[in-house]
């Protein structure tokens, strides 16, 4: 009988779910904050924040479970550039939601602005007022925003091509934890 479980943890699968639809409303949302100047910026700036310490908290809690728990293994037949890319893709996504939300709040502080989640939870600053340090951390937040939704893609690309054409159920595995049998 083998040790390695055919999916993933209950909980494993709850949080990369919940994350998922949080990650691609923040995509939105940020997207929305950059090209409007309206009255609803604002709206989507009080969205944003809390939503981006909520990600940082989640994907802190979900890197523990990753860790403490077994994975399902990957198909013994994939190719090894394949092998390599799943691990590499799975680091650059853990990678990118743990630092944009620690940027945002960098570049939050750096802007002089109080860290407000909501009118009265204030955030402390992580970085000094600086005008300089403000405008990189803004211009790096928005190219790793870029550089997350195209992982996101790739990611949604990698899952069809396991569920529709290699069929081996690896998109089963996060989907309803079926066995693969």
């Not at 309206?38 to 802190?60: C, D, M, N, T």
């Amino acid at each position: 009988m083998s040790t390695q479980p055919h999916h993933f943890a209950p909980l494993a699968r709850l949080l990369h779910w919940l994350m998922a639809l949080m990650i691609i409303a923040m995509l939105f949302i940020g997207a929305g904050m950059v090209a409007s100047v309206s009255e609803r910026h604002e709206w989507l700036i009080h969205l944003h924040k809390p939503l981006g310490v909520a990600i940082l908290l989640l994907v802190i809690v979900r890197l523990v479970v990753r860790f403490s728990t077994t994975q399902p293994p990957l198909p013994a037949d994939l190719p090894g550039w394949q092998v390599l890319a799943a691990k590499a893709s799975h680091v650059l996504l853990y990678a990118l939601m743990l630092v944009l939300p620690l940027l945002g709040w960098a570049m939050i502080s750096a802007s002089g602005e109080p860290v407000m989640l909501g009118s009265s939870l204030q955030l402390p600053s992580i970085v000094p007022a600086n005008a300089q340090v403000f405008a990189f951390l803004r211009k790096a937040h928005g190219y790793l925003a870029y550089l997350l939704f195209l992982t996101v893609l790739l990611h949604l690309a990698a899952a069809l091509f396991h569920g529709w054409v290699r069929r081996d159920e690896v998109l089963d595995s996060m989907l309803r934890g079926k066995d693969r049998g």
